[in-house]
């Protein structure tokens, strides 16, 4: 898919286009949390996403995943991955049969009837997204049906490797989910997508939340004062809009708060690179006036491309790996360790 067919909210709207496609609804609190299943942990949906290919998403959903079944979680991986479907070589299994489009298409009524069973126990894939949400207009409520249904899997944690890019569906799977992880590598341009996946998330959640609390004449109006008013950050814009309209603006300023956006700096190699996720996080506090919590660092490792080869996970490949332990650390910090 051409990620710049339905890109981006960000530029479109600088120049007074806005997109056609309605957003998921900021009141929509996210899908799952606080729902403590029978394995004793929140129930929760990670989204894993990224600004372009090769960062290592997909390595992160299936070690998480392999790590959470393995503690005895069950875990539905999903692989939403836009043109490169790639969740079952990583886990050594072959394509499965049945697939989301099946869902989509209503040939199977139930997520739960595409879920494969891994060589990991607790651990099921749903394959497939390729063709449904790669599609230049999925349909809205195509993509509501499926996020209703993830929802509702019998399972405890539900992983989707969201792939690279900033459309639509992307950038509502990554907002509605409970973690939204973003993942990027120390090099330059990923962390220019990084920035750019993060400024489209932000709008997208700025245009739901001003649909849903009838403030959009406020926001144009900031959008159009920029250059009078020294507004020169998405934050200053939010600011304008609160001393405008003060409850207006603090409805609007929580919902940003409220922005699921987790980070993750893969194929660190320096003690500076290992800066960078707080340097990052830093930036989005001054910038957007977000906060991005920096979930870990997983360091390039050979262990990793081995275990791609084998067509295993690292985690049981090479389970003391430096990269093992890292994203064991990581699902620490996403609460779900114990
Ligand atoms: N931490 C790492 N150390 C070594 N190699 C890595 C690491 N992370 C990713 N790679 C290599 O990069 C490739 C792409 O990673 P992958 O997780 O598939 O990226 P994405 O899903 O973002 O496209 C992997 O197959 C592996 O060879
Ligand atoms: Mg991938």
Redesign the pocket.
């Known amino acids: 898919m051409s990620q710049g067919a339905q890109t981006d909210s960000t530029d479109a709207r600088s120049v007074g286009v806005t997109p056609t496609e309605g957003a998921v609804t900021p009141t929509s609190a996210p899908i799952a949390s606080g729902v403590v299943t029978s394995t004793g942990i929140n129930k929760g949906v990670i989204a894993v996403g990224?600004g372009k290919?090769?960062?290592?998403?997909?390595?992160?959903s299936a070690n998480l995943g392999v790590f959470l079944a393995q503690r005895g979680h069950r875990v539905v991986l999903v692989d939403a991955?836009l043109g490169?479907a790639?969740l079952h070589t990583?886990l050594g299994v072959k394509p499965p049969n049945t697939t989301l489009s099946d869902f989509v298409s209503r040939k199977v009524d139930n997520l739960q009837e595409v879920v494969t069973p891994t060589s990991v126990p607790n651990l099921g894939l749903v394959s497939g997204a390729l063709d449904v949400l790669g599609a230049a207009n999925p349909k809205y409520t195509q993509k509501l049906r499926i996020l209703r249904e993830v929802s509702r899997l019998q399972v405890d944690v539900v992983i989707i490797?969201l792939?690279?890019g900033t459309g639509f569906n992307i950038l509502d799977f990554f907002l509605i989910a409970d973690h939204g992880v973003l993942?990027v590598v120390p090099e330059p341009t990923s962390i220019e997508n990084a920035y750019r996946f993060i400024k489209a998330a932000y709008y997208r959640r700025l245009k739901t939340a001003e649909l849903a609390w009838n403030l959009r004449p406020l926001v144009e109006e900031a959008m159009n004062e920029r250059s009078n008013q020294g507004l020169k950050t998405p934050a200053d814009l939010v600011s304008y809009v609160e001393r405008r309209d003060p409850a207006g603006g603090a409805r609007l300023r929580e919902e940003i708060e409220r922005f699921p956006l987790k980070l993750v700096v893969?194929?660190v190699r320096t003690p500076e690179e290992e800066r960078l996720g707080v340097a990052i996080s830093e930036a989005c506090r001054k910038y957007f006036g977000i906060h991005m919590s920096h979930l870990g660092n997983?360091?390039?490792?050979?262990a990793?491309?081995q275990s791609?080869r084998k067509r295993r996970p690292v985690l049981l490949d090479s389970p003391d790996s430096r990269?093992s332990r890292s994203i064991i650390q990581i699902a620490g910090a996403l609460g779900l360790g114990g």
Not at 53 to 60: M, P, V
Not at 298 to 302: A, Q
């Open positions: 990224g290919g090769g960062i290592g998403k997909t390595l992160l991955d490169g790639n990583c490797d792939g690279g993942t893969n194929q997983i360091p390039f490792d050979d990793v491309w791609v990269a």
